[in-house]
């Protein structure tokens, strides 16, 4: 089946300092990626939709300066979280759709984010 | 607009029982329905699907879910609760050509034994 892979599942940054975060679709072409964000005991929150090619998309209230997110290629999407802050602190989870998957979405196993 | 509400944010049941998991949505269009799973410190798995066709649908580890567009509803059961059922369930919906999916605020699931 589908695997959408990420990397790292943790890392720890200091407070400034800037991480990226991957989303590789392992045995599919994803023509668009989608980046959530999930808080503690919360519901996930779409940041931005990621076209291969394209500008990312990004949902009211979600900084793109802060959220740099690139796509350069089918099987690869990137999210780089900028100056980071103790409140980026977060669970990352990206997803992933190939032409094939009739509208289903396939999720990576998403990326801890600590800011210290 | 969609949007997604699951009742209950926790649910807590006895090992061998019914398992019952609410949710109801909101979609100005025809709307796609999912019911994923999420194990501690994991990503999501998906567990079923609604796009077309049958109401009822059946999903991996013996979940299945109904379809009711009268009641706007698609709630998420299991005959038989186990232990390994234990985890966050999330209910999303989509509308017919969009990826972008809408999520509830997720039911954890409670196993008692």
């Known amino acids: 089946g589908a695997v959408v892979s990420q990397h790292p599942s943790r890392v720890i940054c200091k407070s400034g300092t800037s991480v990226k975060i991957e989303c590789r679709s392992l045995?599919?072409?994803?023509?668009?990626m989608f980046w959530y964000r999930q808080f503690p005991k919360k519901s996930l929150m779409l940041m931005a939709t990621s076209n291969e090619g394209s500008k990312a998309t990004y949902e009211q209230g979600v900084e793109k300066d802060k959220f740099l997110i690139n796509h350069a290629s089918l099987t690869l999407s990137t999210l780089t979280v900028t100056s980071a802050h103790p409140e980026d602190s977060s669970f990352y989870i990206c997803s992933a759709r190939g032409e094939r998957w009739e509208n289903t979405i396939y999720f990576g196993e998403g990326s801890w984010l600590t800011v210290v | 607009a969609q949007s997604v509400t699951q009742l209950g944010s926790h649910v807590s049941v006895s090992e061998g029982a019914l398992v019952l998991l609410r949710c109801n949505y909101s979609s100005s269009v025809p709307p796609y329905l999912f019911w994923y799973v999420q194990y501690p410190n994991q990503g999501l798995q998906l567990l079923l699907k609604y796009t077309t066709g049958a109401t009822l649908v059946k999903g991996i580890n013996g979940f299945e879910a109904e379809f009711k567009k009268s009641e706007t509803s698609f709630h998420l059961t299991k005959p038989s609760a186990h232990m390994s059922d234990a985890a966050e369930y999330f209910c999303a919906v989509s509308g017919v050509g969009t990826y972008k999916y809408i999520f509830g605020t997720g039911t954890r699931l409670k196993v008692l034994a």
């Open positions: 045995d599919f072409q994803a023509t668009t």
